[in-house]
């Protein structure tokens, strides 16, 4: 799959559920509403989605949420998909909170996954609660050390937020290096209505990256996962860091990948609103050259970049739906 810009699309991030058993200040808002369950896709038809990305030359796939363990019996769909590893598919991963790690963590890694991406904002267990809402910190990393044990490789992500946990990240560094974890810091992004103003929150990584130098030396490195990151090794850690930059540097010259919901709507680009309703085609009972036709239609009005600007004037985001909603 090519684009009008001639970039190949290997990268499906795949939303398995728009449900969250935490809700992040950054992320939703605190009385969120859910879809209800006849709108979202079958495990099946999730598999079969999937399944004309590999076939058209998807290499990667990676599930989401909202928390994608929360799904009942979403360990299936890991196990289908886990089934194409070495037959088109290269990879199969996840982005989790956590919460369900001790309980999930021995089967991802048989149904072939081998490294996972955990939220976590702050290790202190009062501001993780305060970001979170409600959540407590303890069960995360419970489920993060389980996952360890269990032989997944794992990259701690941390929304940076201005006034928050801004001095928090010399700390997590050395947490994640003394424990063998990468860590990845992420400017937040403009996304939905969470009640409040979030251009309070935004710190540019550009000084987050500053002010870790004082303490660490950060060398440059090729390293890539396939996505949006820039890494940096970490020399006193033998670890990395990333830092994804979607408002401070627009990484979309290289951009692969394209997100697909819980509800079967693939989105082009994560801060544009064109999108592509494969649900009705689904439930239609098209046939897979009909599917692989729609999905080649998609990816052909991909666009070059996001736009990720607030609108200041009228107090919105830059894009309406919530992240949870696309696939965090």
């Known amino acids: 799959m090519i684009d009008p810009f001639g970039r190949a699309i290997t990268y499906l991030r795949v939303s398995v559920t728009d ?13 969120m509403s859910f879809l209800p369950k006849r709108d979202l896709l079958t495990l099946e038809e999730l598999d079969r989605l999937c399944s004309a990305f590999i076939r058209l030359g998807t290499t990667k ?9 929360v799904r009942r019996d979403v360990v299936r769909l890991f196990g289908a998909l886990g089934q194409r590893l070495g037959n088109g598919l290269n990879e199969l991963t996840l982005t989790t909170n956590g919460t369900q790690l001790t309980k999930h963590a021995q089967q991802l890694v048989a149904a072939g996954v081998r490294r996972i991406n955990v939220s976590l904002d702050t290790l202190d267990p009062a501001r993780f ?21 269990a032989g997944l490789a794992i990259k701690i992500n941390a929304v940076a937020m201005k006034g928050v946990n801004e001095a928090e990240f010399d700390t997590m ?47 440059d490195t090729d390293y890539r996962t396939g ?23 627009n990484f979309c010259e290289s951009c692969n990948r394209v997100r697909l919901t819980c509800t079967g709507t693939l989105y082009m680009c994560l801060g544009q609103e064109d999108s592509a309703d494969f649900r009705p085609l689904l439930r239609a009972g098209v046939t897979d050259d009909q599917l692989d036709e729609a ?6 009005r991909k666009p070059k970049g996001h736009d990720f600007i607030i609108d200041r004037r009228h107090d919105k ?6 992240m949870s909603v696309t696939g965090g």
């Not at 985001?317 to 919530?322: C, D, E, G, Q, T």
């Open 173 to 219: 560094l050395g947490w994640c290096g003394e424990h063998g974890f990468d860590l990845c810091l992420i400017e937040t992004m403009p996304m939905g209505d969470i009640n409040g103003d979030r251009t309070d929150q935004y710190l540019p990584l550009s000084i987050v990256r500053a002010r870790l130098r004082k303490n660490w030396t950060l060398e």
């Open 61 to 69: 796939i990676r599930i989401t949420g909202g928390e994608p363990l």
């Open 19 to 31: 449900r969250c058993d935490l809700r992040c200040v950054y992320c939703m808002a605190e009385d």
């Open 129 to 149: 609660t305060q970001i979170t809402r409600w959540g407590k910190i303890e069960p995360i990393l419970d489920g993060i050390f389980a996952a360890r044990d």
């Open 317 to 322: 985001p830059a894009v309406s739906r919530h």
């Open 295 to 300: 999905i080649h239609a998609a990816i052909a």
């Open 227 to 249: 996505g949006p990151a820039r890494y940096f090794n970490v020399k006193e850690t033998g670890q990395r860091i990333g830092f994804i930059t979607p408002m401070t540097h």
